[in-house]
């Protein structure tokens, strides 16, 4: 049982770490989208999974949740996606001038084949357009593959907004869903409408706002975290005084009736008036050497006792220790500092001559996690320390030029607004193969010496 608990310990405070960073994170991206007018489909804490926790916002029509796979969360930014679909326009236009048709009718009526339709549903559904739902053979809808389903038109008010488009959305001139919505406008101007409700949709600066709003984020969860710890929590620093601060439990001290808050006058007659004369005086001896340590107790008593040092020349004595509060703007100075020190060593694995000493001082799931137990264990402000270390790490990390990271598609979106035209999709797909690669290598490298670090 203690194996497992010792185990299960690290994990827990690995996982509810990392999973609230990387939630914090969506979570700047959502907020991005929605103040660019991008819908956002879903924001969960976790990742994707059929079961879960939800709510469905009625302001906006956003799915907010949590799902038992926590190792991070995500934000459905609708339109991210960008593969292209043809025939859009007509099958967006159609469903909604019947508001529910079966598939199977809107590939007689347009002349679509079953992967044409798909597509194009596949995109509008990512968009919040139209819905599908599944449905089982009859004589109305005979099983005939690939178009086992119906569409359904989403409710819109007379502009065309949905309950996706928050504000905008006139919920009380509304049509319901799978009713009749007659556009006011040609298929192309509903689709291009439809359109710019969607990360494609937007220009350069909205999309790049979105994609670096999660990085920024991280940093100010983190500057905020060292503040708190530096200027709220307080931080223990030690006091170079001949007052003790603790006495282990059971320790040569303690069998000598030594207690926290005495304080030691001389050893073997030498005065000791501060820690490192403390420090100095024992270092001169060795283990299963006997000592006179005279000393002053708490209420004023002065004794004199030997003391005999254990195997490993202790006496089982601490330091005492007192809580300094920073004022806000040195703990704003620790924090900034904090910040560029991560970004260098972030910045040092594009370095081929620093790549590999970065990799050596990094660590992976496993290694956050023991750490993480570890900083938990010695109380809140080391706990959120080290949680702030790792939010500043994943918000330069998501900075990289790699796809698909949030850098590597900013360097997209700046390579296809310097040439005036997207990247293809092909391209895009390689490069993001080759960087989800590249991070299984690293995770694994880093595995194999958290491995060592820890277990071996």
């Known amino acids: 049982m203690d194996y497992l608990l010792g185990i299960l310990g690290p994990l827990f405070w690995g996982l509810l770490l990392l999973s609230v960073i990387v939630f914090l994170h969506e979570g700047g991206h959502f907020l991005a989208a929605r103040a660019c007018g991008v819908r956002v489909s879903e924001f969960f804490l976790g990742l994707p999974c059929k079961f879960n926790i939800n709510h469905v916002s009625r302001r906006m029509g956003t799915k907010f949740g949590v799902t038992p796979l926590l190792l991070g969360g995500y934000a459905a930014i609708c339109g991210m996606d960008p593969t292209p679909a043809p025939w ?78 928050g504000r905008l959305f006139d919920r009380a001139n509304a049509t319901q869903a799978g009713e009749v919505w007659e556009p006011p406008m040609d298929d192309e101007a ?15 600066w909205k999309r790049a706002f979105m994609l670096v709003a999660g990085i920024a984020v991280n940093i100010v969860t983190g500057f905020l975290f060292i503040v708190m710890v530096y200027s709220v929590i307080g931080v223990d620093i030690t006091i170079n005084t001949n007052e003790l601060g603790a006495v282990t439990a059971g320790s040569p001290a303690d069998q000598a009736g030594l207690h926290g808050g005495d304080s030691i006058i001389s050893i073997d007659g030498v005065e000791t008036d501060s820690w490192l004369a403390i420090l100095d005086e024992l270092d001169a001896f060795e283990a299963g050497d006997t000592v006179q340590i005279e000393f002053e107790s708490a209420d004023g008593e002065i004794k004199t006792v030997p003391v005999e040092l254990d195997d490993a020349g202790m006496i089982g004595i601490s330091v005492k220790e007192e809580c300094v509060r920073l004022n806000p703007f040195d703990s704003c100075s620790i924090a900034v500092e904090n910040i560029v020190l991560t970004a260098r060593s972030i910045a040092s694995l594009i370095n081929p001559q620093h790549t590999k000493e970065v990799l050596d001082n990094s660590t992976s799931v496993v290694g956050i996690s023991i750490l993480s137990a570890q900083a938990a264990s010695a109380g809140v402000a080391s706990f959120l320390n080290f949680a702030a270390l790792i939010s500043f790490s994943l918000g330069f990390m998501n900075l990289l030029p790699i796809p698909p990271l949030d850098g590597g598609k900013l360097v997209i979106e700046i390579v296809q607004a310097i040439l005036h035209r997207e990247v293809s999709l092909k391209v895009q797909t390689i490069l993001s193969f080759i960087g989800v690669g590249l991070f299984m290598l690293l995770f694994i490298y880093m595995l194999r010496a958290d491995i060592i670090r820890f277990f071996l």
């Open 88 to 165: 859009g326009s007509r099958v967006l236009a159609l469903v909604h001038r019947h508001g529910t048709i079966s598939a199977w009718d809107a590939h007689r009526e347009l002349g679509l084949s079953a992967d044409e339709l798909s597509e194009a549903v596949y995109l509008l559904q990512d968009w919040g357009s139209i819905t599908t739902e599944e449905i089982e053979p009859s004589a109305d809808h005979p099983e005939i593959e690939g178009f086992s389903y119906v569409l359904r038109s989403v409710p819109r008010d007379a502009q065309g907004n949905t309950l996706f488009d």
């Open 190 to 204: 509903f689709y291009a409408q439809e359109r710019s409700r969607t990360y494609q949709g937007k220009g350069f």
